[in-house]
């Protein structure tokens, strides 16, 4: 099989709907939710101390796979920033009738801004459909890892979690 996190370096879904971290249908009908695409049995936790909810659980041992209780999750996105392996995400699958918002980390300068329509990627970068950013979040708790929120036709919303670099003046 050539699909999967240890031939691609990004997680096939099936691996992805294997994992705990994921919201379930119901849940994700109801409002904006984290997504923890996080599917590899390794020693880390930041996502459980960031939740200020008490939505994610890795607990004992520490390589246990992140798990996201979706009824205490409000969406709120601080968890995002705070995961080492940018294996966070932020769906509100029914911001319109026909689009999604998607909030991903995003660490390449220049940063969008909001408004800017951009070219968003799925999990192995590639192109997948326009969007315009709604929200950059960059404060200094972030640490450096801005969060940019963009709105998506809403078939999209399994797909998209980042964008395509911007280029820089001069390059
Ligand atoms: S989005 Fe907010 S409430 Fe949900 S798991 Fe992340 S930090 Fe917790
Ligand atoms: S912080 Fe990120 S990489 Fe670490 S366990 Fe949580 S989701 Fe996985």
Redo the contacts with the bound molecule.
Sequence with gaps: MNKGIKKTGTPSWEELKASPGLPDEDRLEKGP??F?ECVQEIPCNP?EE????N??EVGTPITNLPK?NGE?????????AACPGLA?F?VHKNYTDSTSLVEFPFEYYPLPEEGETVNCVNREGKFITKGRVVRVRNPERFDSTPLITVEIPKEFYLEVRSMERKRCKGC
């Design positions: 939710v984290a923890i996502c960031a939740c200020p909810f939505a994610i996201l205490k999750c409000t969406g709120c996105g601080l968890c995002i966070i932020r």
